[in-house]
């Protein structure tokens, strides 16, 4: 089953949007070209890109212009603004429209760390991973040799912050 969105057939298998985060977190511990492994084809919201290319120095912006340049990331933005910018009275840009894009293609995975735009994103009965869960998933596909050092790089380098169970499991 296919529909018609931007003149272009999209599939209704499980689309992935993704917010800023995990694309940077993947970069900085070179893990980004997971990512099409895992998933195909991902979506980001154009206010997404908009964060990415503020500081094109940074190699999360290199990384997103090469896979929008591959073909396997493609940048959309969501139909229903209303629903957006009732979102950034508490989220940011980019966490808002990923949101509304992930509800406006379900069924979908939304990738994204924010645990306020996850709550949101829990709310709304989207299905939502992190940076830890594609880690876990390219683990399991043997796309990583090992995840404890990846972890281990995002806590003592990158100051990323998640539970301690989580870390143990």
Not at 84 to 104: D, N, P, R, T, Y
Request: charged share 20%; hydrophobic share 45%.
């Amino acid at each position: 089953i296919t529909v018609k969105r931007n003149w272009t057939k999209i599939s209704l298998m499980p689309a992935v949007v993704s917010d800023t985060s995990v694309l940077h977190y993947l970069t900085v511990t070179r893990q980004f070209n997971c990512l099409p492994k895992l998933f195909g084809q991902i979506i980001i919201p154009s206010a997404v890109w908009q964060e990415v290319s503020r500081r094109k120095e940074l190699p999360v912006h290199l990384q997103v212009a090469n896979a929008i340049e591959a073909g396997w990331l493609k940048v959309e933005s969501a139909h229903d603004r209303q629903a957006v910018q009732s979102l950034q009275q508490f989220l940011g840009a980019g966490e808002s429209e990923a949101i509304i894009l992930a509800k406006e293609f379900q069924p979908s995975l939304l990738l994204m760390d924010d645990l306020d735009g996850r709550t949101t994103a829990f709310k709304l009965k989207l299905s939502v991973t992190g940076t830890v869960g594609v880690l876990v998933r390219a683990r399991k596909l043997e796309l990583i040799p090992k995840l404890k050092p990846v972890l281990d790089e995002l806590i003592d380098t990158h100051r990323f912050r998640f539970g301690k169970n989580l870390y143990a499991a």
